[in-house]
């Protein structure tokens, strides 16, 4: 059989994407490998398609046990063998893996990287025909990276205990420093190195400045985003179950995810959230590379992350199935400070350094009004020539700005004049003039600052404040004390002007937005139809409802209708495997 039958019969596609037939070609030929591609690019394809034209079984190196399952299923049920072994299995199950392998009878099997290190595991392998190693995640390999892994770190030991198997290392993300570790600690000899685009053109990102807590900001969002797919991070454990619990209040179908959590909430909510009977999961990065679902719709961050690395990974679990999707950012300065925090508890390493520099990328990043597609694209050592309005700050008009300077004044002298020793939501409350009884039993409403700043709401002065910060006006110190800086006493004395956003002015709710499809003229009635037979199919053999059809595939088979197998086997990931397992049953509805 050739690669574009196998391509076709076991995956469903008639071409293969773009990169993949070179990754494909030179697996074949027994190369080693780097793939840098996206989230959702088709990096697995690479390495499970040629090991089916190959003698000999397939070791995938993967960082968690979620992610290995998930891909162990969906190969599965394209009808090719694969297994993991892990710490989820028990001795008798094992040992029938391994009587597996013995015979032949497995192409892929997946591990953790701490399985390398067993010295039985290794002597097992040494007396399997082995025809190439999969790196999956291989970032985790870098010192440089943004989720370095010790026992990442310890892989080298591949091409010293089987100097003649190839490695194939893959990755969504990695800076031009980052894949030259990833190939110097793997040992990669020569290899062929495919870098695809940054550029997801399914995929519309936005960063807002985050306006009090976000939570009107998130309820705009989700309006366009009514019934699908979708996980929202916090940075912390308790704002992912209060933020939950906010959702759940307003009729919003949501759980909390954390690593807090006892193991069988966890699992349930994973299970539930992949098999489309929760919509969303409000999570901390826990909740991370383990996800193997399609059909996610939307990525929602309210609060910064600590590197692009982790941003770019993050919304690339949107749109995996190529569909649109969209992706909200919700900041403010308060988290560039609590981020710093987090470094500064670091050891003195180069590492730390390397942590605040990391940091700084993704602040520019989130305030940047140029195409922040663009913008991920340089720090990753890319370029994109065009963003085609899938971006915030592409699509809008050119942003107004407001000279705040006056206003900035007032909030800096409020700051001196209340001694700089309180947070900055007090130092608000007095210059609205606030009859709250700590102003007044301080005696702060006798300053000449008191009430002078009531042309603004306490929301648009949180703003102001915010920008301070951005500007390095001001410092937050103990007990989020606010203090000027030497560059805050020049604005103050009116040695430098001060300009806002003008949207960051206007307080005001999120505007639904303009939903787009690649299927335009879906039916839709039939296509829900065809989501409730494909639930039930799952249901019954125990999968996610994304291993039966992708949401993609049903959208395609509710446009053209299929009458016969002949017509089925030309829709989008339906190949001989899949029509043989689940095609009757949708031929037979849409014949209905």
């Given at each position: 059989m050739n690669k574009l039958q196998t391509l076709e019969d076991y995956f469903g596609h008639k071409r293969f994407r773009p990169l993949q037939e070179a990754v494909v070609d030179a697996i074949l030929a027994k190369e080693d490998v780097l793939m840098i591609l996206p989230t959702g690019g088709g990096k697995s394809l690479c390495y499970q398609l040629p090991t089916l034209l190959m003698e000999g079984v397939t070791v995938v190196v993967s960082p968690l046990l979620a992610l290995m399952h998930d891909q162990v299923m969906a190969l599965r049920a394209n009808g090719i063998s694969a297994a993991m072994l892990s710490s989820m299995q028990d001795l008798e199950e094992s040992r029938q893996i391994e009587a597996q392998l013995r015979a032949g009878e497995i192409k892929l099997l997946y591990v953790a990287p701490e399985r390398l290190t067993n010295g039985y595991f290794l002597n097992m392998l040494h007396q399997l025909p082995l025809n190439f190693f999969v790196i999956d995640e291989a970032h985790c390999v870098s010192e440089w990276g943004h989720e370095f892994r010790e026992n990442y770190r310890r892989l080298s030991l591949l091409k010293e205990a089987f100097p003649k198997v190839p490695i194939a290392a893959f990755t969504a993300t990695a800076t031009k420093a980052v894949e030259e570790d990833i190939v110097s600690n793997l040992g990669?000899?020569?290899?062929?190195?495919?870098?695809?685009?940054?550029?997801?053109?399914?995929?519309?990102?936005?960063?807002?400045?985050?306006?009090?807590?976000?939570?009107?900001?998130?309820?705009?969002?989700?309006?366009?985003?009514?019934?699908?797919?979708?996980?929202?991070?916090?940075?912390?454990?308790?704002?992912?179950?209060?933020?939950?619990?906010?959702?759940?209040?307003?009729?919003?179908?949501?759980?909390?995810?954390?690593?807090?959590?006892?193991?069988?909430?966890?699992?349930?909510t994973y299970r539930d959230f992949v098999a489309d009977r929760v919509q969303i999961v409000v999570a901390t990065i826990a909740f991370g590379m383990g996800i193997d679902k399609s059909n996610i719709r939307f990525v929602v961050h309210m609060t910064m992350p600590k590197t692009l690395e982790n941003y770019y990974q993050e919304i690339g679990r949107a749109g995996r199935d190529g569909l649109e999707a969209e992706t909200l950012l919700l900041f403010s300065a308060q988290d560039i400070v609590q981020q710093k925090m987090f470094i500064e508890d670091l050891p003195e390493t180069p590492y730390k350094q390397h942590a605040f520099n990391k940091l700084d990328a993704m602040v520019r990043f989130a305030n940047s009004e140029g195409c922040r597609h663009q913008s991920i694209a340089a720090y990753f050592d890319d370029r994109i020539d065009v963003c085609v309005d899938k971006c915030d700050n592409c699509s809008a008009p050119q942003s107004e700005k407001v000279d705040i300077t006056e206003a900035a004044r007032m909030l800096l002298s409020a700051m001196v004049r209340t001694g700089q020793q309180f947070g900055l939501h007090y130092v608000i409350d007095v210059v609205r003039g606030s009859k709250e009884q700590r102003v007044l039993q301080n005696g702060h409403d006798r300053l000449s600052v008191y009430g002078i700043g009531t042309k603004y709401s306490k929301a648009q002065w949180l703003s102001i404040g915010d920008k301070l910060l951005e500007l390095g006006a001001v410092a937050i110190g103990e007990f989020k004390v606010y203090r000027l800086t030497e560059f805050g006493v020049e604005i103050l004395k009116g040695m430098h002007t001060v300009e806002l956003k003008k949207e960051r002015l206007s307080i005001q709710k999120a505007a639904p937005k303009r939903k787009v499809n690649y299927f335009d003229d879906y039916d839709v009635e039939v296509y829900d139809k065809l989501r409730e037979l494909r639930s039930t199919i799952a249901s019954e053999n125990g999968i996610p409802p994304y291993i039966v059809f992708s949401d993609k595939t049903l959208k395609d088979l509710s446009a053209k209708k299929p009458a016969n197998k002949e017509e089925m086997l030309e829709v989008h990931g339906i190949g001989e495997v899949k029509y043989d397992r689940y095609g009757e049953a949708f031929l037979e509805l849409l014949n209905d």
């Open positions: 990669l000899h020569q290899p062929k190195r495919v870098r695809g685009s940054l550029f997801r053109e399914n995929l519309t990102i936005h960063a807002r400045h985050r306006i009090n807590d976000g939570r009107e900001q998130l309820l705009g969002f989700l309006k366009s985003h009514e019934g699908e797919s979708g996980i929202i991070y916090t940075l912390s454990r308790k704002s992912t179950e209060t933020v939950a619990h906010f959702l759940q209040n307003k009729g919003i179908e949501a759980r909390a995810y954390h690593a807090g959590l006892p193991t069988e909430e966890k699992n349930a």
